[in-house]
């Protein structure tokens, strides 16, 4: 039987002359859905009602300005020539890394100036911080976008598949390795993990440093069939960045283990 070829429209609603892409929409129900998974657990470890709401009024748009640096950067030969281009965002354009990056400082600096533990937040925070991941590739879904390099229809099916998501995967007559499904699933296994490493009681820090261990493997295997990496030279930007992000982690979380005193865990107020 022919396979029924599906065009998933990018743009979710227009307004006259303004497009709501679906992707945005995604975006943006991603940060809905962080935030209120975020918001319970802060609560329930003692954060006041507005702690995340405040954080979030700066992380949010620092972490978008951050992510689009990011990429800008790495493809600068061709913002260079177009500098227009720039501030054009929804021409498509942001990296994760750039917008992990950029959350990461600012909460730091905003745990500094409230007299927080940021190891409590971004423990906290973790699980929230991988649902938005997980919600987000799908934006890639929609605008064709992450996707791998060239496979046949015969092996799409065989990872049982739908065919909508198949048919996605079908740019210009060419089946692609559906990436952004691979990182996603990737990230429920890895939500799944830190909501369990809550019960476990781990050390204040250690479902944080477990994440960035997590997201970090499993994104540099991903990175390695995508067609559309950030690249200095041939070496693709978010492999570098998933090793120094894996090396980092794991150095932190035994440096933490022997030296930090008193211990602290993650139920502890």
């Not at 533990?117 to 991941?133: C, E, T, Y």
């Not at 799944?192 to 019960?199: N, P, Q």
Request: glycine fraction near 10%; hydrophobic fraction near 50%; include cysteine.
């Amino acid at each position: 039987m022919d396979s029924i070829l599906l065009q998933i429209n990018p743009v979710a609603l227009e307004l006259g002359p303004i497009s709501i892409r679906w992707y945005g929409v995604i975006i943006a129900m991603g940060i809905i859905i962080a935030f209120l998974i975020g918001q319970r657990e802060m609560v329930k470890r003692g954060f006041h009602n507005d702690f995340l709401t405040d954080l979030l009024i700066w992380a949010v748009p620092i972490s978008i300005i951050c992510a689009r640096i990011y990429y800008v950067i790495f493809k600068w030969d061709f913002y260079s020539a177009n500098p227009g281009e720039i501030i054009q965002i929804w021409h498509g354009g942001i990296a994760i890394h750039g917008a992990l990056i950029g959350a990461f400082i600012t909460t730091y600096i905003f745990a500094k100036k409230r007299g927080a533990s940021f190891w409590k937040i971004a423990d906290v925070l973790a699980p929230s911080l991988i649902v938005g991941q997980i919600i987000g590739r799908w934006g890639n879904f929609m605008n064709q976008e992450a996707f791998g390099g060239a496979v046949t229809r015969d092996f799409l099916e065989g990872l049982y598949l739908p065919n909508w998501i198949i048919e996605q995967m079908n740019v210009n007559g060419i089946y692609h390795h559906p990436t952004f499904l691979y990182e996603s699933l990737w990230n429920v296994v890895g939500l799944v993990l830190l909501l369990a490493l809550r019960k476990v009681n781990l050390r204040r820090g250690e479902i944080f440093l477990t994440y960035i261990i997590w997201y970090s493997f499993g994104r540099f295997f991903v990175e390695g069939l995508r067609t559309d990496s950030l690249l200095i030279g041939d070496l693709r930007m978010a492999q570098i960045v998933s090793l120094i992000g894996l090396v980092i982690g794991v150095v932190l979380f035994i440096y933490r283990r022997m030296t930090v005193k008193p211990v602290v865990k993650y139920l502890d107020k």
